[in-house]
């Protein structure tokens, strides 16, 4: 499985743009990379999924380049109910089940 | 609601007692997972069932036991536990069926706490 790194924590104020980066250099070639979010003593949620280029949905946009060795979670405005833990996963799920490993996240704080 | 529920959401025991934890899934999925969560770590893979048949099983004390009599229903047996298996414990399910590739849909947790 992919090891995957992200920064500890960070801080943003309410309504900036949040960029959150994940390394992944020993992606495999049929990995997909996730993103998961995780409120306290919550289940984490699935946020957005991609393989390539960029992905956008309601919720953030997801923005991976050629080399496919790291992405980054954009989450445009923030609000404070954005503060949360958020996780970068790499793998695959097909035909039945996915052993994946959650890294230590990042710790989004949103200021007032 | 993610269509994953658990239950008891809190847990107090002590070491010489048995019980189990409940998963439920009202998805349709055929893949389900027990994780563990304690105070300021990642999360833990426990264990895997795919189409009720273990999968996984990722070098679990044997205080733990896994069951998955269903695709709907998980069960996570324990007994004799320690105080360090204080933690809060986090089913999942996941389709198998190649339709989302990692999408792990999770349940609310038990909070569990071993005197």
């Known amino acids: 499985l992919a090891k995957t790194t992200q920064p500890i924590s960070m801080d943003s104020y309410e309504g900036q743009e949040v960029n959150i980066t994940c390394s992944h250099n020993?992606?495999?070639?049929?990995?997909?990379i996730t993103w998961y979010q995780q409120f306290p003593s919550q289940g984490p949620r699935f946020i957005i999924q991609g393989y390539k280029t960029k992905v956008t949905n309601e919720v953030a946009s997801l923005f991976i380049p050629a080399d496919r060795k790291s992405s980054t979670l954009s989450l445009p405005r923030v609000s404070l109910s954005d503060t949360a833990v958020y996780y970068c996963?790499?793998?695959?799920?097909?035909?039945?089940?996915?052993?994946?490993?959650f890294g230590t996240g990042t710790k989004l704080q949103v200021i007032p | 609601e993610t269509g994953v529920t658990q239950t008891p959401r809190h847990l107090v025991m002590g070491m010489t007692n048995k019980k189990s934890l409940k998963c439920e899934q009202h998805?349709?999925?055929?893949?389900m997972y027990w994780y563990k969560q304690s105070a300021k770590k990642p999360l833990e893979l426990m264990f895997v069932?795919?189409?009720?048949?273990?999968?996984e099983n990722n070098s679990v004390p044997s205080r733990f036991s896994p069951e998955c009599p269903n695709s709907s229903h998980l069960f996570l047996h324990l007994h004799t536990l320690q105080p360090e298996d204080s933690a809060l414990y986090l089913c999942?399910?996941?389709?198998?069926?190649?339709?989302?590739?990692?999408?792990?849909?999770f349940g609310p947790g038990t909070r569990l706490t071993v005197l």
């Open positions: 069932y795919s189409l009720e048949e273990r999968v």
């Open positions: 996963l790499v793998g695959l799920l097909r035909g039945g089940y996915q052993k994946v490993t």
């Open positions: 020993n992606i495999a070639t049929n990995d997909y």
């Open positions: 999942a399910s996941s389709p198998a069926d190649g339709s989302s590739y990692n999408e792990q849909f």
């Open positions: 998805l349709g999925h055929n893949a």
